[in-house]
């Protein structure tokens, strides 16, 4: 079987995240690495290698600046098989609809000998937070979507899922090839072993531009994204209003006091 | 019909003349659409979409898009509403917006896009966007604004049934069994205008936590070490893998303040906390924060509320 795990690499969030001055993400002034909710995809593409057994192989895919690499490096090192980095400047500042289209082809030249069963996305990038790419890649590709995926099991021509959704709790089942994308319930992401480290370092990654893709670049990139990000503004920071100690049950008064004083109560 | 949807019609209003969807037989929920502003209802039957995830709900909007041209999509934020708002955005080559806190109408009256508004980077952000080609199609988050119900009897509600054609490739990914969610006889998280959460300190006993949040009216809520200790269902979740709010005042129990948890609640607009760890980070972001124990601060301010109701 041939699984694409989708990797995105992001500003760290715990960091300063800002806009450059074309309002795109500052993608290089702040450190980034493998999207944590993309870590769980990879941990779902490797448990489906470990129960389906040494056929399978696990091509890791990203698009992304050259240090989205390093985002690459951290799935071989989990125990993905190969890399594709597709980088291309005329990709910046793409939206998700630009982006789905280059994954997309990705994918299509990913599987252009044996074909491909399976891609398995993040439910959600950790930076643009929007979580539309998986069913976007599904469309373009024309295959079913199964998402947000909390408990997963792939089998050899299908998956099923239990899909936590907005008002019930689901089955859903679907025949390959489809994409797939996993909750961070779907199970804990395994740590590099440093004998995945040493091993990561042999394994090979192939880095594609648009043109090795037949993609035009004047379908993706800012100036060809849909819609336009106008002005952003920082939030000022929160300033710390009043805090009390209790003591002896003057908290739980204080607190009723702020509350009615709000009129909250 | 859930207060998202009203909301949805009350923002459709500010842009045009709003159209409701709705896949099955709507019912009585009719008469409310019409109330709060729908000018037409259309119904889809449902028999071909309702045992399949999301890909036949995307193909009736396309189809809606191409028949009646209207001036924006708009969906609710969730799970399912996020993923036909992707497919319907590649469907009809359509720029797409997600999340939406506010929608206004921009340069609309001469065919421009609405104006969308949304929180960014963990609520550090607020960017304003608009989607510059094809028809716009924007997801929207509960709590935008207030429902308003017309004073005049509402819009003409004119009920049209649309006959969909769904492909047989929409119809793969199969809704096998289906639990629906307890009602838990509290708000819905996401609507509420009072939440109150409790997180690793609350040692798995959410019960003064729970009181706390009847005593005040709220939702309940929970961080994410309490969801995945087990103590609570993942639904109640608050932070960036979990759901978002902007309630008018979040309450914090026994929860660090984690960069993660912050992402789901920074934007409240009051914020008050309860926690034994003075140097939690929570306290950063408080209007208000009491430094004490929840297990004794909540009952204490529970039954002092109740006091001053009765």
Redesign the interface.
Known sequence: MNIVACVKYVPD??AD???EDD?TVDRVGVDGLLSE?DEYAVEQALQAKEKLGDDTTITVLSVGPENATDAIRKALQMGADKGVHVVDDAIAGS???GT?LVLAEAVKKIGAGDGWDLVICG?AS??G????????L???L???????G?EIDVNGDSV?IR?????????????LP?VLSV???SGEARYPSFKGIMAAKKKPVETWSLSDLGVDAEMVGLSA???????????PP?T???????ED?S??????E???S?K?? | MSKPTLELLTLARRIGEPSAVFIGDPGSAAQTLKEYGAEKIYTVDDTDIKDYLVAPKAEVLAQLVEKTSPAAVLIPSGGEGKEIAGRLAVKTGSGLITDASDVQPGDTANGGAPVTTQSVFAGNYTVQAKVTKGTPIITVKPNSTTPEKLADGGGAGATEEFTATISEGAKTARITASEPRKASGRPELTEAAIVVAGGRGTGGNFDAVEGFADAVGGAVGASRAAVDSGWIPHAFQVGQTGKTVSPQLYVANGISGAIQHRAGMQTSKTIVAVNKDEEAPIFELVDFGVVGDLQTVLPAATEQIAKRRG
């Open positions: 969030a715990s995240r800002q806009f309002y909710l939206d998700a609809v789905s439910m950790t930076d937070s929007m979580g539309v790419v998986p069913a976007m599904a469309e373009r024309e295959v079913p979507a199964v998402t947000l909390s099923t899909r936590d959704g907005d008002v019930a709790t689901e089955t859903i089942e679907a025949s489809l909750t961070d319930q994204a849909w819609t336009v990000v106008e002005s952003t503004e920082a939030r929160r710390q209003g009043q805090v009390v100690i209790d049950g908290g739980a008064t204080a607190l009723v702020f509350l009615a709000k909250f109560i």
